[in-house]
């Protein structure tokens, strides 16, 4: 049998890596360079690659194809091959049918990479044997390829890695919310996309958990759709009949398989967004059957995840603050509602169909100032520039500290959460949280 992998990134080189040590045929081809590094493991495995081209003859002679998730669906060799017939999946998926470890899947639009990392410290600090894999860490296929051998992985799943899994089945699924993001890879609808988050119920049984924000207003109309047999988890923020866990009276709550009570104050994590990450991983940690007194620990000593609300320095007074991850509107409300202090705020990069309407009062309420930061701001300045703040145009990560140390005064906050995408001036999200902290060192 023939696999052919398509991207040659984390989840590519994995999946060909774990399609080699199972005995099939494997190709590897990517329409851009290759990082060196990945280069040496496909040679280590010796599976053929090639970059910068997809040689039709060498990939449509597939019997199976796995998708890299960056690849867009509407890809000219995705759409030959789909009017192939040829089955086009994903790493997880590929990966999946060679462990028997337990899945606990989390996805959403915001929050999934502080919720995933938190609870894969509490189980590892529980003493569990355990893996992290997705969208954070290594590539699951990699680890299986590699010989590991966990009882559980914690796994963080983005729309794209979910649209092609099929049979794959979480043990624990988490669902945080769903709000706009990614517009532009679903045809601008938001149904699509909604259609794509929901997929993390699929193939669950009633031996399974289903963890989600109960006051979501988008999963709430879904869940009518679904004939779902897993046991229902709903958790909030506020006190109500039929939640297993909540927030009350200052206390961090959790009803169900047993009860579990702490006082608020000592969550590690802060400001309201966080209350929803720590009651899902608190949730899913108590359903594996972590102690009470593990649990309670990690939910006090968990230091958060690079480029989500990090304080980078308090420099001249004025604190900085890296939320890179920040890459839609959603996120950076929640943001810039954590915000004590009056505020620059830096956005921008590559817009992803994104309406900034939910973010005006925010920004008219909070910002002392606007920085935008992308290859082309046109879209920012027409619907900033009426709300009288005074603003500044960079095209690097350079200029834009140098224009925020310009802004702000003692006492403000300089928030970097672009809501877009990085790549229209970086090579990630990581990249340009790095260079923020590089140029704000040099303030």
Known sequence: ?????????????????????????????????????????????????????????????????????????????????KEAGKPIISEIEFAGRYTNAKMICITGSNGKTTTTSLIYHIFREAGYNVGLAGNIGRSLALQ?????????????????QLDNMYEFRADIAV???????????????????????????????????????ADDPIIKKELQKYGIKAQLCPFSIISKDGMIGYISDGHY?????????????????????????????????HLSGI??????????????????????????????????????????????????????????????????TAIRDLVKEKCAGIVYLGADNQKLHDFFDPLGIPTADTHSMKDCVAACKQMAQPGYTVLLSPCCASFDLFKNMEDRGEQFRHYVNLV
């Open 1 to 81: 049998m023939r696999i052919v992998v398509l991207g040659a990134a984390e989840s590519g080189v994995g999946a060909a890596a774990l399609a080699k040590v199972k005995g099939f045929d494997v190709f590897v081809s990517d329409m851009g360079k290759i990082k060196d590094c990945y280069k040496e493991v496909l040679n280590q495995y010796e599976v053929a690659w090639e970059e910068e081209q997809h040689t039709e003859s060498l990939i449509m002679n597939a019997d199976e194809v796995v998708k890299s998730p960056g690849i867009p669906e509407d890809a000219p060799m995705v759409v030959k091959l």
């Open 144 to 160: 299986i390829a590699e010989g590991k051998t966990y009882d559980y992985y914690v796994i963080e799943l983005s729309s794209f």
């Open 175 to 213: 669902l945080l919310n769903i709000t706009p993001d990614h517009l532009d890879r679903y045809g601008f609808s938001m149904q699509n996309y909604t259609d794509s988050k929901m997929r993390i119920l699929q193939n669950q049984r009633e031996s399974d958990a289903f963890v989600f924000w």
């Open 253 to 285: 709550t959790i009803e169900q398989p047993s009860p579990f009570n702490m006082e608020q104050e000592e969550l590690s994590l802060r400001g309201k967004h966080n209350m929803y990450n720590s009651l899902a991983a608190g949730i899913a940690a």
């Open 291 to 356: 102690s009470d007194e593990t649990l309670r620990r990690c939910l006090s000593n968990f230091e958060g995840v690079e480029h989500r609300l990090e304080k980078v320095a308090r420099i001249g007074g004025v604190q900085y603050i890296n939320d890179s991850k920040a890459t839609n509107v959603d996120a950076c409300w929640y943001a810039l509602d954590s915000m004590t202090t009056p505020t620059i705020l830096i956005i921008g990069g590559k817009d992803k169909g994104n309406d900034y």
